[in-house]
């Protein structure tokens, strides 16, 4: 029997909600005007450890990064703004909701093929590249790629040799001082290491990173230069390449500045770096190639005979010492 309409209220309605909210999505987001700066000293998982700026002594903190970011990359280096949980307690989690503009970049490439570039380290200053002049034998073309690759993201190259105990440094200090590169010999003398004094120079107040094959003792001078690192160290293989015991990109304080740790690698691709971008980062040259014809590798002859550096040879500007070491790494990028 039919209800009167008189005995209906608000209780017998029934309304099935749509799948989409008809209400409009704000774009707006918060400003975080109270956000801390930190910069991330290690990356692990999808957390990021985080050393405050104003307080780098104080507990790290683990942060996460804020849904807005989307998939910005973070890398150690980064400066960052932080919000929520900053105890830096166990169990604790804060937001990274900005990423700062990076000033320097170091890329890589698996090769010179790949067109994916991977993000080493930012902001950092000076690029230390750690080479055992024995066991493991240098190889100056890992060498030049790393020079190469410091000059294309903005960092100063250092070359730091080890092991100079068991061999004499200087003819492969030689091929790099020409360039206007620091030189740093390391080695091992009555149980304790040498030249510590002088590596410590080049990295005191400056964000710095090492890089270098596996085996060629980074985490050494690590432990040596920052004894709380307490990094785990390696011994040579058998067949002359060392063992991995550095795995991810790791930040440690040192006296005003910060020491990077990278994992050893075996190779390092310039896939994103031409021969104007090494060029390009000495002030003296970057002009002069405008001069160059279209398409100009800077090699010389007879690869290309009308290049403008030999100009400055011939002019008296320009070493021809320092010209020949430039296209040696040049070379280098060019052979792949």
């Given at each position: 029997?039919?209800?009167d309409a008189?005995?209906?209220?608000?209780?017998d309605?029934r309304?099935?909600p749509g799948?989409?909210?008809?209400?409009?999505?704000?774009?707006?987001r918060p400003?975080?005007?109270?956000?801390?700066?930190?910069?991330?000293?290690?990356?692990?998982?999808?957390?990021w450890?985080?050393?405050?700026?104003?307080?780098?002594?104080?507990?790290?903190?683990?942060?996460?990064?804020?849904?807005?970011?989307?998939?910005?990359?973070?890398?150690?280096?980064?400066r960052?703004?932080l919000?929520?949980?900053?105890?830096?307690?166990?169990d604790?989690?804060?937001?990274?909701?900005?990423?700062a503009d990076?000033?320097?970049?170091?890329?890589?490439?698996?090769?010179?093929?790949?067109p994916?570039?991977?993000?080493?380290?930012?902001?950092?200053?000076r690029?230390?590249?750690?080479?055992?002049?024995?066991?493991?034998?240098?190889?100056?073309?890992?060498v030049?790629?790393?020079?190469?690759?410091a000059?294309?993201?903005?960092?100063?190259?250092?070359?730091?040799?080890?092991?100079s105990d068991?061999?004499d440094?200087?003819?492969?200090a030689?091929?790099?001082?020409?360039?206007?590169l620091?030189?740093?010999?390391?080695?091992?003398?009555?149980?304790a290491?040498?030249?510590?004094?002088?590596?410590?120079?080049?990295?005191?107040?400056?964000?710095?990173?090492?890089?270098?094959?596996s085996?060629?003792?980074?985490?050494?001078?690590?432990?040596?230069?920052?004894?709380?690192?307490?990094?785990?160290?390696?011994?040579?293989?058998?067949?002359?390449?060392?063992?991995?015991?550095?795995?991810?990109?790791?930040?440690?304080?040192?006296a005003?500045?910060?020491?990077?740790?990278?994992?050893?690698?075996?190779?390092?691709?310039?896939?994103?770096?031409?021969?104007d971008d090494?060029?390009?980062?000495?002030?003296?040259?970057?002009?002069?190639?405008d001069?160059?014809?279209?398409?100009?590798?800077h090699?010389?002859?007879?690869?290309?005979?009308?290049?403008?550096?030999?100009?400055?040879?011939?002019?008296?500007?320009?070493a021809?010492?320092?010209?020949?070491?430039?296209?040696?790494?040049?070379?280098?990028?060019?052979?792949?």
């Amino acid at each position: 029997m039919p209800r009167d309409a008189r005995a209906y209220d608000e209780t017998d309605v029934r309304v099935r909600p749509g799948r989409r909210s008809t209400r409009p999505r704000s774009k707006r987001r918060p400003a975080h005007a109270d956000a801390t700066r930190a910069m991330v000293t290690a990356v692990d998982r999808g957390r990021w450890t985080c050393a405050p700026e104003a307080d780098p002594e104080r507990t790290p903190v683990t942060a996460m990064r804020a849904r807005e970011l989307g998939r910005t990359p973070v890398v150690v280096g980064d400066r960052v703004d932080l919000v929520g949980d900053l105890s830096g307690e166990p169990d604790t989690l804060a937001r990274i909701v900005r990423v700062a503009d990076r000033e320097t970049v170091l890329r890589r490439t698996a090769d010179d093929t790949d067109p994916f570039e991977r993000v080493v380290v930012a902001n950092a200053e000076r690029l230390v590249v750690v080479t055992a002049v024995a066991d493991p034998v240098p190889r100056s073309g890992f060498v030049d790629r790393c020079v190469v690759a410091a000059f294309a993201g903005g960092l100063e190259p250092v070359l730091c040799l080890t092991k100079s105990d068991l061999t004499d440094p200087e003819p492969f200090a030689a091929r790099y001082r020409e360039l206007g590169l620091p030189v740093v010999v390391t080695g091992r003398a009555d149980g304790a290491t040498t030249g510590l004094d002088a590596l410590r120079a080049q990295l005191s107040g400056r964000l710095c990173a090492l890089v270098g094959h596996s085996g060629v003792g980074k985490s050494t001078l690590v432990n040596a230069v920052v004894p709380a690192a307490e990094q785990a160290t390696g011994r040579v293989s058998g067949v002359g390449k060392g063992r991995h015991t550095t795995v991810a990109a790791l930040a440690f304080p040192h006296a005003d500045g910060w020491v990077v740790d990278t994992p050893g690698v075996r190779s390092f691709g310039l896939a994103h770096v031409g021969p104007d971008d090494v060029v390009a980062a000495f002030g003296d040259l970057a002009d002069a190639i405008d001069d160059c014809p279209r398409g100009c590798g800077h090699l010389g002859p007879p690869a290309d005979p009308e290049c403008a550096l030999d100009d400055l040879v011939s002019a008296g500007t320009l070493a021809g010492g320092r010209l020949d070491a430039l296209r040696r790494i040049l070379v280098a990028l060019d052979q792949g």
